[in-house]
């Protein structure tokens, strides 16, 4: 059965820093691009940053420059540091990646984990 388990998050003050780590489990034969994605009260579902296995990062505009996201394609892991925060990267972030596994090829998402940001 594979699953993408997050871990990371938690609450810290403007300009702080927090980790994120995702892990894939289960039977997987190949990993295509992993990201992150953050969900506001109120607002829509939104791409924070992904990395392809190829090692190729894209960024929203709005945490560029404060936030670096990486991967371990031998152990199927993602992580994303997240410095100078501010309270508007206050969500719940979701781990995401496309998985190919044996008989299909598919996204999964983690359960989420919030990051809450004080002013």
């Known amino acids: 059965q594979v699953q993408l388990v997050e871990s990371g998050g938690g609450l810290v003050q403007a300009g702080g820093s927090l980790r994120l780590s995702c892990a894939a489990s289960?039977?997987?034969?190949?990993?295509?691009?992993m990201g992150w994605y953050r969900q506001a009260p109120g607002k829509e579902r939104e791409l924070v940053a992904e990395v392809t296995s190829a090692g190729t990062s894209n960024y929203a505009d709005s945490v560029k420059g404060r936030f670096t996201i990486s991967r371990d394609n031998a152990k199927n892991t993602a992580s994303m540091e997240m410095n100078s925060l501010e309270p508007g990267d206050t969500a719940v972030y979701y781990c995401n990646a496309g998985i190919r596994a044996p008989g299909f090829l598919r996204e999964f998402w983690g359960q989420g984990t919030q990051v809450t940001v004080s002013s």
């Open positions: 289960g039977t997987i034969l190949r990993i295509n691009t």
